[in-house]
């Protein structure tokens, strides 16, 4: 297992940005893929984004493609979520989630960090 501590949310205008960061502690980082989920309130945990282990290979939900990008610094033990543009709908609590290479889902999770957008 790996620990994870997110961190960089906050209050932004609709339109502003913000730069989410996920540190990680414990096992080789750079063994895990990485991603991105978030829950806004009475709604369903959803898929933001991931990562491949090297980087080389990301994915985003239709609803932030274009907007938000994710990246990591295997040197850092650490992922980022840049989110640009951001809508009110983005409002949500985001959390950052390991899943080892040789599993299949994601088994380690972060306490979360608040992303509040006002209009």
């Known amino acids: 297992q790996v620990q994870l501590v997110e961190s960089g949310g906050g209050l932004v205008q609709a339109g502003g940005s913000l730069r989410l960061s996920c540190a990680a502690s414990g096992r080789t980082f750079s063994s895990y893929a990485m991603g991105w989920f978030r829950q806004a309130p009475g709604k369903e945990r959803e898929f933001v984004s991931g990562i491949s282990w090297s980087g080389g290979r990301t994915n985003y939900a239709d609803s932030v493609k274009g907007r938000f990008t994710i990246t990591r610094d295997n040197a850092k033990n650490t992922v980022y979520l840049q989110m640009n543009s951001l809508k009110v709908e983005d409002t949500a609590v985001y959390y950052c989630?390991?899943?080892?290479?040789?599993?299949?889902?994601?088994?380690?999770w972060g306490q979360g960090t608040q992303v509040t957008v006002s209009s």
């Open positions: 989630a390991a899943r080892a290479v040789t599993s299949t889902s994601f088994g380690s």
